[in-house]
T-cell receptor, first 111, second 113 residues
Framework: LAKTTQPISMDSYEGQEVNITCSHN???????ITWYQQFPSQGPRFIIQ???TKVTNEVASLFIPADRKSSTLSLPRVSLSDTAVYYC????????????FGKGTTLSVSS | KAGVTQTPRYLIKTRGQQVTLSCSPI?????VSWYQQTPGQGLQFLFE???????NKGNFPGRFSGRQFSNSRSEMNVSTLELGDSALYLC????????????FGQGTRLTVV
């Protein structure tokens, strides 16, 4: 069972790029890395998922080095509305899905 | 398309009672997972259902149970409620459950008094 480690909190200012790094030293060969965003009293929202190298979508990029023991979520030009908790997950590529959430990173964006 | 719908949104129960929470997944999604979220323990996996069968189960006591119907709607039941069961209960649906994007509902806020 792969576990993840990520910073408890981060602070940023509007317009800056934010990089949140997650370590997953014992990631298995078939595990994917997924990031979710959660606002208070709401369910987590899928941001991005990747297996290796770089993945980019309209809201974020995910960088995964060759050894896959860590990954970095990059949020370009954050705004106040990006203040939330961000979770790094290792998804199971087996029968069934059990998303094991860590403590998450609380990102605070100030003006 | 309609998102994941959880009912009720808020619930207050007394110790010893039982409660049933409902989750309607996105149309076409066959996997439904349940999570408990508390300030102290964070988000914890309860169980996952796929095509009416429980496929995964987390480390929760037998008081927590669930089921899934043929239309993929799912219910979660908690019997003999304890104060510690107070939490936000979240349901997530996905197409197959295997490395596919999971969509979460707004959750049901359960308070046990």
């Amino acid at each position: 069972l792969a576990k993840t480690t990520q910073p408890i909190s981060m602070d940023s200012y509007e317009g800056q790029e934010v990089n949140i790094t997650c370590s997953h030293n014992n990631i298995a060969t078939n595990d994917y890395i997924t990031w979710y965003q959660q606002f208070p009293s709401q369910g987590p929202r899928f941001i991005i998922q990747g297996y290796k190298t770089k993945v980019t979508n309209e809201v974020a990029s995910l960088f995964i080095p060759a050894d896959r023991k860590s990954s970095t979520l990059s949020l370009p030009r954050v705004s106040l509305s990006d203040t939330a908790v961000y979770y790094c997950l290792v998804a199971y590529n087996q029968a069934g899905t059990a998303l094991i959430f860590g403590k998450g990173t609380t990102l605070s964006v100030s003006s | 398309k309609a998102g994941v719908t959880q009912t009720p949104r808020y619930l207050i129960k007394t110790r010893g009672q039982q409660v049933t929470l409902s989750c309607s997944p996105i149309s076409g999604h066959r996997s439904v997972s349940w999570y408990q979220q508390t300030p102290g323990q964070g988000l914890q996996f309860l169980f996952e259902y796929f095509s009416e069968t429980q496929r995964n189960k987390g480390n929760f006591p037998g008081r927590f149970s669930g089921r899934q119907f043929s239309n993929s709607r799912s219910e979660m039941n908690v019997s003999t409620l304890e104060l510690g069961d107070s939490a936000l209960y979240l349901c997530a649906s996905s197409f197959s459950g295997q490395n596919t994007e999971a969509f979460f509902g707004q959750g049901t806020r359960l308070t046990v008094v």
